[in-house]
């Protein structure tokens, strides 16, 4: 069995995500646009200059030097070297002087960085060699290879085999096999269409360029028959390769009958992707994964007897980053502590550079598990580090500036004005730019400020005043110090008054109706240190929540602007003012508003009869309260001893408009005596009635209509029962003198006399 691992070149792109570049003039250390890549140079290419490539930034511009197998290239010594922007040229190429990883450095006056190994591989084909080949003659149904002795190369080559003439090619099927592993050709079992000239074609991957070999001549022997037989070929057991790339594994053997192949994987099955191919002797794994590694088996089976080989797959992976350093500036004394990791497999080792040389755990210098701690840092660790992730199939790098500030105290700006308010704390910072950190020290006046209870010297550098008095008016200094320098500021104090807080109440004023609800709110303004308390007054009397839940509601909202709010379902009697009272520890202010509240009029005044006919009576009565809506009609009531209570009566005019104040009564009954009241009315509904005027009789008259079914009869002696029926309402004259024995008086009924 033959395995073998397709090389698939391996672009790695990579992406460059640089911070954008820093304003002109900023200076900062190298940083490469561009690294080597691989390079595969043709040798029969016209233009016999290879070139590596490589591009830096950098303020001030970088310089570039090359190194080849870790060996710095002096360009000078080799006329056929030059670098131009960075990138290396190599004149008149060629594999033996030249073959190699090549890296690229840049420097600045900040540092240096290396760049990723790149391999200058060179591709050619060279020609068969010339040698006449001596035929094959095989017994039909025996099995032949036939070699190829591919000349010269690189890089890989495809074989394909030319029968007779060229272009017409072997075709691969299950009796005839090319190992891209070894360029041969294998005939399972010969037959006679099988006899010509054979010729091995050989075609650079690189280049395309395509040799021939001298052809083989095969023929066939007559002396006898060939017998059964199986005979396996030896294969490579191990195969290694790059995730992500397509893996072939070949897989063929001799005989007669032809075998069968077959493949399985031990302990899994054939990944789902892979594919057959050239009659089963190639399994094709596209795309490899980590989980495709394993060991696979073919089998080749005929009548005679099988043969099984075993072949492990390996795969790996270059190291990818997970953690990569960034450039980081700090005070000289400060503590760095990078982290850099990678994943791949195998799982990548660290190691360190600083400006392009090796770092190791030294002095103050520690390299814990690929991470670089460097202890209380100098100005002579600023430089470029470099963190290299690598296993045996690749490296990556991370490169980052470590910059130790320099510089003495510089207060910007300077002086400042702190305006502060009164009987507030105070804080008055002190941020100078320096590097190594200064000591600090606060001045008033000449004199060095001692901390106490009330002012304070906060690790930060920060002076803080507690309950501030106009006495701490005036200019305080910072002083700042370090090895380079030293520099004052100057703070000026001044105090402002504590703002007055400010409530505002709303709406000011607001109508609603009996039944609906209202939201007054109670904006406090103040000052943001302090707690804001809050309390609602109704005509003057504290509103209690509690007691009054079921009309009144309070929330409160906000932080430094404070709303209270009362929710009404609103009755008549809450009409009236409202008044919200914020208070603070410094203060406290009261705002009023008014709540109207639209309901149906009050009662009118009292009514006054003014006249009265035996039909009539004139009435006037003085307006009640219209409660925020007018009076559209008054409506006129009587009451007498006939009438089932309070009855409305017509009017002169009919209706009677809220404008009037007086109205007549008309229809009434003549000899009755009657009550009065008036009830007023507007959009929102019906008023009370006003209290009954006092009591008049209407004039008598003649019946107008007569009484009917009069009878008599029936009584007890010296009794007469007279009796009769009236209609409603109607009242007559029955008897003038003998009224004291009226009794039962009603509508119709007896009268008794
Ligand atoms: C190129 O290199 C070959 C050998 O590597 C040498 O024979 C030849 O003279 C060189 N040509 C030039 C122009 O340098
Ligand atoms: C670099 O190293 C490789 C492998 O060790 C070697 O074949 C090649 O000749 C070297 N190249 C140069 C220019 O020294
Ligand atoms: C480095 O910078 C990149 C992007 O600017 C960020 O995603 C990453 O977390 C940084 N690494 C560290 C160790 O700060
Ligand atoms: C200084 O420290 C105090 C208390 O820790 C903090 O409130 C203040 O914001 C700090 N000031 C600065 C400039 O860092
Ligand atoms: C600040 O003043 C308040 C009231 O005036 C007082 O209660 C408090 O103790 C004072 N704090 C200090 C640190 O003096
Ligand atoms: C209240 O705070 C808000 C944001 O939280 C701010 O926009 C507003 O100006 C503050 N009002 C006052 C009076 O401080
Ligand atoms: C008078 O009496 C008769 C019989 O009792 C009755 O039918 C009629 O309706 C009565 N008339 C009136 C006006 O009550």
Known sequence: MKMIGVLVILVIILVFTSPPPPPESEEFGPVFVREPDDVVFPLDSDEKKAVMHCEARGNPPPTYSWYINGTEVDAEADYRYSVIDGNFIITNA?????????????????????????LLQFAYLGAFSGKTRGGVSVREGQGVVLMCTPPPHSPEIIYSWVFNEFPSFVAE???????????????????????????CLVKNTVTNARVLSPPTPL???????????????????????????TVRLECFALGNPVPTITWRKINGNIPKK???????????????????????????ENPRGGTAFKGHLQVYTLPQWVKMINDTQMDSGEKLQWECKATGRPRPTYRWLRNGL??????????????????KVQQTDSGMYQCVAENKYGAIYSNAELKILASAPVFVPNPIRVIATLGKDVSIECKPRASPKPRIIWKRGDRRIQPNKRIMLLRN????????????????????????????MTAILSFVLPEAMRVELSPIRVEVTVGESVVLSCKATHDTSLDVAFQWFFNQKPINFQQDGGHFEYIQTHINVSETSVILSILLKHAGKYGCRAQTSADTVFAEAELLVRGPPGPPGVVIVEEITDATATLSWTRGLDNHSPISTY????RSPFSLGWQTVKTDPEPVTGDMESAIAVELNPWVEYEFRVVASNAIGTGDPSAPSRGVRTKEAVPSVAPVNVSGGNGRRHELVISWEVG????????????TNLQKPSGSGVWII
């Open 274 to 300: 892979a594919r057959l191919r050239k009659s089963q002797a190639v399994l094709e794994i596209p795309t490899i994964q980590l989980e495709d590694s394993g060991t696979y088996e073919c089998k080749a």
């Open 635 to 638: 409506n006129l009531q009587a």
């Open 173 to 199: 099927d299950s009796r005839r096999f090319i190992s891209q592993d070894t360029g041969n050709l294998y005939i399972s079992k010969v037959q006679p269409s099988d006899v010509g000239s054979y010729i």
């Open 219 to 245: 023929t066939l022997k007559t002396d006898g028959e060939a017998l059964r037989f199986i005979a396996p070929l030896h294969f490579p057991t191990s195969v290694l390769a790059a995730r992500g790339v």
């Open 728 to 739: 409603p309402l109607q009242a007559f004259l029955c008897s003038k003198t003998k009224t």
């Open 94 to 118: 060629s594999e033996i002087t030249d073959y190699g990883k090549y890296q690229c450095q840049a420097e600045n006056s900040f540092g240096t960085i290396l760049s990723r190994d790149a």
């Open 358 to 375: 090796p770092l190791k755990s030294q002095g103050h210098v520690e390299i814990v598990n690929g991470d670089l701690i460097v202890h």
């Open 461 to 488: 550098n920060t002076l803080r005043i507690v309950n501030s008095s106009r006495a701490d008016e005036g200019s305080y200094v910072c002083r700042a110090e370090n090895q380079l320098g030293s520099a004052e």
